[in-house]
């Protein structure tokens, strides 16, 4: 299936493209390890069903150093040994983020400690706004069919310089 629509081609979607990329760009620049970034941004993509943030994350974070066992097991994190207890807290604050309709209660206070546990303030603040960033990146490429496959590293970067 083709995409339904280019946001890329879009002159009021571009603008509000530069600006939403200016946001992740704050993300990025935070001290949250880039790693965590991308291996919450990958599982909230997973969740939510996005193909193109998949393949972009998966990408993006093996281009970084990520390896390809904890890439692959980020979906079971839960079941798995290659993660910290601080990308665990993250992961857990991810799902807990972006499964908002799921649970009424939105992120567990247990979650929360435990992220609290291992984040400052400002990696913190990164992180909810990264879970925040992302769901919306998601539900953007999930409305318009933006299928993943295509992405080079760097890509989405070099279009907004």
Not at 1 to 7: C, K, Q, T, Y
Not at 51 to 64: L, N, R
Not at 96 to 112: N, P
Request: aromatic share 8%; proline share 2%; hydrophobic share 45%.
């Amino acid at each position: 299936m083709d995409a339904r629509f280019n946001l890329f081609d879009n002159e009021l979607a571009g603008r509000f493209a530069k600006r939403f990329a200016g946001a992740g760009l704050v993300i990025q620049q935070a001290p949250l390890p880039k790693s965590t970034q991308e291996l919450v941004s990958l599982r909230a993509s997973q969740i939510n069903g996005c193909g193109w943030c998949i393949d972009m994350h998966t990408k993006e974070a093996a281009t970084a150093g990520e390896t390809a066992v904890r890439l692959n097991l980020v979906a079971a994190w839960r079941e798995s040994t290659v993660f910290t207890e601080a990308e665990r807290a993250a992961l857990a604050l991810a799902e807990e983020g972006t499964r908002l309709a799921d649970a009424h209660e939105g992120v567990s206070d247990e979650t929360w400690a435990q992220a609290r546990k291992h984040y400052d303030d400002d990696q913190i603040a990164a992180l909810v706004c990264l879970v925040a960033l992302i769901n919306a990146a998601n539900r953007l490429a999930v409305i318009v069919h933006q299928r993943g496959g295509s992405y080079e590293p760097g890509m989405f970067a070099a279009a907004f310089d």
